[in-house]
């Protein structure tokens, strides 16, 4: 009896949470496609809506800050992409060169002018050991969403590379208070062979709860490869499983012509999704874009800009 009771309530709060992520879908639906004359009476109510779930993993859930990790729809579980993979990979904060780099990125969401979301994050690394920290910005004067990260990678037998990192993270809404969260996220990559690398890492590792009502953060785990088809070519592949969603598949190819310009596309199946971008080098400095569409909710802009050694 006692079973039957624990499962009706887990049914229970699937379907709850069905309904909030309609509802959710409804509000931007709304937003993005009926012209309004007050926009932002309509963005309080969406914000709301948010904060009136009966879960609290609508908080810190995963986004992408990197154009290039954006442009592949996420698929980069298994690539070293450096000061990139903070947020991502932490065991990816082992670039392939040495010494100094950093990020800034910045992009509104499905187009939505009053949301925004932005990064920076700086790292280093030296020998078989790297470090970075980043701070990440989601929200507007209404409702937002904070984090500072450090994170800490090193490399172990010249094919095994470990990484954590440490998020705190910060909701805050306009006139009703804030909340705090401390987040720890382990990564792992495994050099194959000199064209295969694998990786994986697990979000919240110690699924720690946000709010009064302690609900917990979003927990994800995910795994992925890297191919160099050849010099020019890479493939990747990951799946990314949160904790109350459906598997996602995604899948990324990079393609570089010429030294000064890469390009990317990817797509993911949950949500249905497919991105494309590209890269400009000049010198140190790395000028990114990446475009993705929303079988629902529309297009999203992103303009990165990066400087390291690094392609």
């Given at each position: 009896?006692h079973?039957?009771?624990?499962?009706?309530?887990i049914?229970?709060?699937?379907?709850?949470?069905?309904?909030?992520?309609?509802?959710?879908?409804l509000?931007?639906?709304?937003?993005?496609?009926?012209?309004?004359?007050?926009?932002?009476p309509?963005?309080?109510?969406?914000?709301?809506t948010?904060?009136?779930?009966?879960?609290?993993?609508?908080?810190?859930?995963e986004?992408?800050?990197?154009?290039?990790?954006?442009?592949?729809?996420g698929?980069?579980?298994g690539?070293?992409?450096?000061?990139?993979?903070?947020?991502?990979?932490?065991?990816?904060?082992?670039?392939?060169?040495?010494?100094?780099?950093?990020?800034?990125?910045?992009?509104?969401?499905?187009?939505?002018?009053?949301?925004?979301?932005?990064?920076?994050?700086?790292?280093?690394?030296?020998?078989?050991?790297?470090?970075?920290?980043?701070?990440?910005?989601?929200?507007?004067?209404?409702?937002?969403?904070?984090?500072?990260?450090?994170?800490?990678?090193?490399?172990?037998?010249?094919?095994?590379?470990?990484?954590?990192?440490?998020?705190?993270?910060?909701?805050?809404?306009?006139?009703?208070?804030?909340?705090?969260?401390?987040?720890?996220?382990?990564?792992?990559?495994?050099?194959?062979?000199?064209?295969?690398?694998?990786?994986g890492?697990?979000?919240?590792?110690?699924?720690?709860?946000?709010g009064?009502?302690?609900?917990?953060?979003?927990?994800?785990?995910?795994?992925?490869?890297?191919?160099?088809?050849?010099?020019?070519?890479?493939?990747?592949?990951?799946?990314s499983?949160?904790?109350?969603?459906?598997?996602?598949?995604?899948?990324?190819?990079?393609?570089?012509?010429?030294?000064?310009?890469?390009?990317?596309?990817?797509?993911?199946?949950?949500?249905?999704?497919?991105?494309?971008?590209?890269?400009?080098?000049?010198?140190?400095?790395?000028?990114?874009?990446?475009?993705?569409?929303h079988?629902?909710?529309?297009?999203?802009?992103m303009?990165?800009?990066?400087?390291?050694?690094?392609?």
């Amino acid at each position: 009896m006692h079973k039957k009771l624990q499962f009706i309530a887990i049914a229970e709060r699937i379907v709850q949470h069905w309904l909030n992520i309609q509802f959710f879908k409804l509000f931007v639906k709304r937003l993005l496609f009926h012209e309004t004359k007050r926009p932002m009476p309509m963005i309080g109510s969406l914000i709301l809506t948010l904060l009136t779930f009966e879960t609290g993993e609508c908080s810190f859930e995963e986004l992408l800050y990197s154009g290039r990790a954006f442009a592949l729809a996420g698929s980069v579980a298994g690539v070293n992409l450096g000061v990139e993979s903070l947020f991502i990979n932490p065991s990816g904060l082992l670039a392939d060169s040495s010494g100094f780099e950093w990020l800034g990125s910045f992009y509104h969401p499905y187009e939505i002018a009053e949301i925004n979301v932005g990064c920076f994050s700086t790292g280093y690394r030296r020998g078989k050991g790297a470090a970075a920290a980043g701070f990440t910005h989601l929200g507007n004067d209404l409702y937002h969403e904070h984090q500072i990260c450090l994170g800490i990678a090193r490399s172990f037998y010249h094919s095994i590379d470990m990484g954590a990192a440490i998020r705190y993270g910060t909701v805050a809404v306009q006139k009703y208070g804030q909340t705090r969260v401390i987040l720890l996220d382990v990564g792992w990559r495994l050099h194959l062979s000199a064209r295969c690398d694998a990786g994986g890492a697990i979000k919240n590792l110690t699924r720690t709860t946000i709010g009064r009502k302690r609900e917990p953060a979003p927990q994800q785990m995910v795994v992925g490869f890297a191919i160099r088809a050849r010099n020019d070519l890479q493939i990747f592949a990951s799946l990314s499983k949160d904790v109350i969603t459906e598997l996602d598949v995604r899948c990324g190819i990079y393609y570089q012509p010429v030294k000064s310009l890469s390009f990317f596309c990817g797509a993911g199946e949950q949500p249905e999704r497919f991105s494309l971008g590209f890269s400009i080098h000049i010198l140190q400095f790395h000028f990114d874009y990446g475009f993705s569409q929303h079988i629902d909710l529309g297009t999203t802009h992103m303009a990165a800009i990066r400087f390291g050694r690094g392609d």
